[in-house]
């Protein structure tokens, strides 16, 4: 009997074995059929996916808002705690998009749309006062004259055209997201973020059913940990490029510069990208200030910039951030290249929250062979 069970179940294996190696090599030979089946599952479950990243965004403000409901001495409004939280912080982002479209977003576009009319005679005002420096400037070296004449000739103004940028971005926009798909974004965030409980209790209890009891808790500690260095990483970035595009756009008002707010707000948004974007913005920015309002004007506006950039880095900054993340200059330059070569600007955004988990996990795995061989070495002189 143990003998036809033992024969059954190799053959079994060998048939499964079979069927594997027949759809492995169908799935080859169709590979171009196979990938459009999931080219077309993914786009078709895209909304679900943003909704899920938009309620991961907002699972802190709204858990934040909910706690401060149940403080209130009204009961119905402590009842009603979760749904009242979840609706105002939608309110609050609702109320900030109408600020940004009807506020901000029109004098920006202003600004870009009089750089993009005028940037033809800014680059030949600039050629002009160039031509105008004596032969032994030292800007008139070799390769800055070989630059200018290969340019020159160009007429700057095509790659500028409104027409063509309005155009990309709006078939960017109409390709990545459409009004339905964002409706159902963001039904399928409120619908989460309404069950994160009782969806977290579930993810708890698989991961407690699947994996051993250590291997569990270090899941939740990780995980943890890596919630908090990237909800602290996003909302404290956030909110201080805000209050550095506002103070360079002010101080640029001030100083008269042209396009103030366009390169306020071009500072305040790399701004949050360590390091790499602050020295990115600064430097499109005073090429701009130099074509439009000359040298004087533009190392002007470089000293006000750095000494801004450097009272945000020293007070502002450790302000809202609080514990550091304690990474290393290098690391986090080193890691944005690589995530911004790989994923782009989003890459270069994440890749210091990215970096940050990952140094954690090397630490303790580090400590941890630490500690094993210390065990080692004493259970041997035992």
Partial sequence: MDEIKNKGK??????????????????????????????????????????????????????????????????????????LGILTVYLIIVLLLVILVNFILPVVLESVMDLVNNIQHYYEMAIFNYNQ?????????????????NVQNLDIKQYFQLEKILAYVMSAIDAVTGIFDIFVAVIVSVYILAERVEILATIKRLAEAIFKEKTYKNIG?????????????????????????????????????????LLGFLIGLFNMIPYIGAIIAVAVSAI??????????????????????????????????????????????????????????????????????????????IDYKITMKKVERREEKC
């Fill in 288 to 365: 701009i200030t130099l074509i439009t309002g000359g040298l004087s004007q533009a190392i002007w506006m470089l000293i006000v910039v750095i000494i801004l950039q450097q009272i945000d880095a020293n007070i502002i900054n450790p302000k809202i951030i609080g514990q550091s993340l304690k990474i290393s200059p290098l690391l986090v330059i080193f890691a944005i290249t690589v995530g911004g070569a790989y994923f782009g600007i989003l890459g270069m955004f994440l890749a210091v929250p990215v970096i940050a988990v990952v140094r954690i996990l090397i630490e303790d795995y």
């Fill in 10 to 83: 190799k053959w079994l294996y060998w048939f499964l074995l079979g069927v594997a190696i027949i759809v492995v090599y169908k799935a080859l030979d169709n590979f171009g059929d196979v990938m459009g089946v999931f080219a077309k599952f993914f786009e078709i479950i895209t909304p679900f996916l943003v909704g899920i990243f938009i309620s991961y965004l907002l699972y802190m403000p709204c858990r934040k808002m909910e706690q401060a409901f149940i403080k209130s001495k009204v009961k119905w409004i402590a009842k009603k705690a979760k749904p």
């Fill in 221 to 261: 500690k990780y995980f943890n940990n890596s919630n908090e260095i990237f909800f602290k990483f996003i909302a404290s970035q956030f909110l201080d490029a805000v209050i550095v595009g506002i103070m360079v756009t002010i101080a640029m008002s001030i100083m008269g510069i042209k396009f103030a707010p």
């Fill in 133 to 149: 420096l004596p032969e032994d400037d030292i800007l008139k070296s070799d390769i800055v004259n070989d630059a200018i004449k």
